[in-house]
């Protein structure tokens, strides 16, 4: 699974858009971007996931641009419910004939403080 | 929906002695994989078990070992403990098999082991 890098820590302040950029350098064809949020002492929470350009829920969007070898994750107007540990994660989820899809590698996460 | 449930979320052991985690898979989901979170750290895929085999497995050594039932629990055993085994032990759940599916893992609130 391809190894991924991003920052260590960001700040911001309530209602401002948060952009988290990760590299994974090494990205397969087959891999897809997902990205988990993870709050103290909880497990961490699905957010998105895409290959290719950009995919927007209701929660965030993530940009791919045509290369794959980096993603960034956007955050709209913040709040301080936001902070969390984010991870960018890569990898094949869609082994047919057997399950990978939860051989995940966590890096050790953006650390997100959103200030009042 | 029934979502991921762990047990114990707590519980303290001394070196030496043996540890069975537990989890209940979500509604819908045959495989379980296990992570490692140590403090600050992301966490760290131990195994995991598709249709009740093992079935992918991290960096960790024969002492920790896992089950998974028919109706897709899984237990999580911990052998010989060691003062570095104290972490936050998830469990996480996803449908596994030929279809492809989102990738997306579904994690419990997670059981904090401490050694003494």
């Known amino acids: 699974l391809a190894k991924t890098t991003q920052p260590i820590s960001m700040d911001s302040y309530e209602g401002q858009e948060v952009n988290i950029t990760c590299s994974h350098n090494n990205i397969a064809t087959n891999d897809y971007i997902t990205w988990y949020q993870q709050f103290p002492s909880q497990g961490p929470r699905f957010i998105i996931q895409?290959?290719?350009t950009k995919v927007t829920n209701e929660v965030a969007s993530l940009f791919i641009p045509a290369d794959r070898k980096s993603s960034t994750l956007s955050l709209p107007r913040v709040s301080l419910s936001d902070t969390a540990v984010y991870y960018c994660l890569v990898g094949d989820p869609h082994l047919e004939g057997s399950s990978n899809t939860g051989k995940l590698i966590f890096g050790q996460g953006t650390t997100l403080q959103v200030k009042p | 929906e029934t979502g991921v449930t762990q047990s114990p979320t707590h519980l303290i052991k001394t070196r030496g002695q043996q540890v069975t985690l537990r989890c209940s898979s979500q509604s819908g989901h045959n495989t379980v994989s296990w992570y490692q979170q140590a403090l600050g750290q992301g966490p760290q895929f131990i195994f995991q078990y598709y249709r009740e085999e093992e079935n992918g497995r991290g960096n960790f050594p024969p002492r920790f070992s896992g089950l998974q039932f028919p109706n897709y629990s899984s237990e999580l055993n911990v052998n010989a403990l060691e003062l570095d085994d104290s972490a936050l032990y998830l469990c996480?759940?996803?449908w596994g098999g030929g279809a492809p599916v989102s990738g997306e893992l579904f994690f419990g609130e997670g059981s904090r082991l401490t050694v003494l």
């Open positions: 996480a759940s996803s």
């Open positions: 895409g290959y290719k």
